[in-house]
């Protein structure tokens, strides 16, 4: 029975410390005599504050967008509905664009979601794993080899991410880094962002729909022509030499495997 | 009083020493001070760092922590293993620190007297326990799992807190000492969480630290509370590692130095980090009394 007692604790416990709705869990006291509501406060307080500290840090952009007020009601109300199930909290609110999307009172800012969705591809191309890029010389003998070139594949760096935006995303998020002026960004132009990671530090791009179109079809292991059709079948413009000047310049090509390795 | 001669005693399963950090001032590594630490290599003990933050795949914060392992020593501070829940202990999480610990080969590893996860969901908080039977077997099982699983003992740290359980059949202090008597762990002994625990339950600190096992204390930590005040108007103190360290945590740490000699002492600060300067000026002042604390008899 004493077991039974002490399992309704911690699950009474847990349940009012997300539910600021609920009391204070019996069983509780102080020493001097205050109401355990008081002292509860400051645990609920904690978890509440440390997690929408915790996406605060994650969506900088996104706060400074809403203003500080609306973005913790915002996130206070994703915390208590979506807590974390991992203590490792690097990876906590990955879904808070899509939260945001569905979210109504944040409806007049129809590019919010997808600013949260470039933050999270920052935070991810961060923590992403290591990965050595190849060396130049390898490239360049590589490219020397018009017979098999077409049928290489590249293997791109863990940081690397994609977003295709209706919205100028890119943009947006860079008025927020003290680059570009708000009056000049045109509301209605989509924008594709490339995220990486190079040197230590995450970067962001603005690239058009046939380099968008190349990498993501590189990403997903197509070789070097089918990226490349695909590319100029999305962009008539598309110039494959300076797509691959990106990512070699960002040390973004980890491995290059001719078409029989796969 | 004991002398600063005495060694901490061996794990008993294990035969490893508690812990192997040097008998000076060390500082919690945050990652606004990495290129600082870095460039400026400061007389600093040890750094130590927050697990979890490192449950990463790759990035900077393993590059720069790979390079200041290289020069100082490092201790491992758990923050979500959730030692005291009532559910199994998370065996990913428990993988993911023998991953870092083989990584970092950590001088110290030590984590909670507390819980913070339940069932499938983590709250983040270092939340409280009812100080009673099933509970020290389910801590003392949970310890023993983790010493087994790291190959290598653990220091327990003291926590900071708000409330009382009425089911609770003994003291914060004897169900600490039951748990290391049982599991050969050491103690992590944080003299701000002895304070503001005192201050808030009306208990006196000097009288809890006397209580407590100091024989296994293989570190201290000193950190900054913050002051609210409950429903009596009542002096509530709030373990927020956001401030300064206060002189009473001063005071009480020297009170506690004379009694066990030199010992690894960690300054905290993980809210409003200020400059590395103001984290350093502390680190001097708890490595000044470690000094005194050796020429003590």
Redesign the interface.
């Known amino acids: 029975m ?2 039974e ?3 309704n ?3 009474s ?2 349940s009012a ?2 539910d600021p709705e609920q009391p204070y869990p019996a ?14 406060a ?2 609920r307080n ?2 509440q504050s ?2 929408i500290n ?1 996406l605060a840090d994650a969506y900088p952009v996104v706060a400074q967008l809403v203003g500080d007020e609306f973005f913790r009601a915002m996130a206070a109300l994703y915390v208590r509905r979506f ?8 990876d906590y609110g990955h879904d808070f664009a899509d939260f945001i999307g569905g979210f109504p009172p944040a409806a007049s800012l129809p590019y919010l979601a997808d600013v949260a969705r470039l933050e999270r591809l920052r935070v991810s ?7 050595c890029p190849v060396q130049p010389q390898q490239i360049a003998a590589a490219m020397a080899e018009p017979a098999t070139l077409g049928q290489l594949r590249l293997e791109l760096h ?2 690397l991410g994609l977003l295709e935006s209706a919205h100028p995303v890119v943009a947006l998020w860079a008025t927020h880094q003290g680059d570009g002026d708000w009056q000049a960004i045109d509301l209605q132009q989509g924008q594709n962002a490339l995220v990486l ?1 190079h040197d ?1 530090e995450v970067e962001v791009f603005a690239i058009d729909a046939g380099v968008a179109c190349f990498i993501h079809s590189l990403h997903h292991s197509q070789p070097l022509q089918v990226a490349a059709a695909n590319a100029l079948a999305a962009d008539p413009a598309f110039e494959p030499s300076q797509a691959l000047a990106l990512l070699i310049g960002r040390g973004t090509i980890t491995r290059l495997s001719p078409h029989s390795e796969v | 009083m004991m002398n600063m001669a005495v060694p901490l005693p061996l794990h008993p399963a294990t035969q490893a020493p508690l812990s192997s950090l040097p008998q000076r001032a060390g500082l919690g590594l945050k990652t606004e001070h990495f290129r600082q630490v870095l460039r400026e290599q400061p007389d600093i003990g040890f750094f130590e760092v927050h697990a979890e933050n490192y449950m990463v795949a790759g990035g900077p914060f393993h590059h720069y922590l790979g390079l200041i392992r290289e020069q100082y020593p490092l201790s491992l501070h758990g923050v979500g293993l959730s030692i005291g829940a009532e559910g199994p202990l998370d065996q990913q999480h428990l993988k993911r620190l023998a991953v870092l610990i083989e990584r970092y080969q950590p001088q110290s590893f030590s984590e909670h007297l507390a819980w913070s996860s339940h069932g499938p969901v983590f709250l983040n908080d270092l939340l409280p326990l009812a100080y009673d039977r099933p509970t020290l077997n389910r801590v003392c099982e949970h310890i023993d799992q983790v010493q087994n699983t790291l190959r290598r003992p653990m220091l327990l740290e003291n926590p900071a807190t708000y409330l009382e359980f009425r089911q609770s059949s003994m003291d914060e202090a004897e169900f600490i000492r039951e748990v290391i008597d049982r599991t050969g762990c050491g103690l992590l002994l944080d003299v701000n969480n002895v304070y503001v625990s005192c201050i808030n339950h009306r208990r006196d600190p000097l009288a809890y630290i006397d209580a407590l096992p100091l024989h296994a204390v293989g570190e201290i930590h000193l950190a900054g509370f913050a002051e609210d005040t409950d429903s009596l108007g009542d002096r509530l103190l709030i373990d927020d590692h956001g401030a300064p360290i206060d002189n009473a945590v001063w005071a009480l740490y020297l009170r506690l130095l004379e009694r066990i000699g030199p010992t690894a002492t960690l300054i905290e600060r993980d809210n409003q980090v200020p400059a590395f300067s103001v984290l350093h000026a502390e680190v001097r002042q708890a490595d000044e009394l470690l000094q005194c604390a050796r020429r003590l008899p």
């Open positions: 004493r077991q007692a002490a399992v604790t911690q699950a416990f847990a410390l997300l069983g509780l006291y102080c020493g001097n005599g205050a109401d355990p509501a008081s002292r509860f400051v645990y904690n978890v440390s997690l915790a807590p974390p199930t991992s203590a490792v909290l690097s191309a961060y923590h992403a794993a290591d990965a863990p940081s990671r230590l």
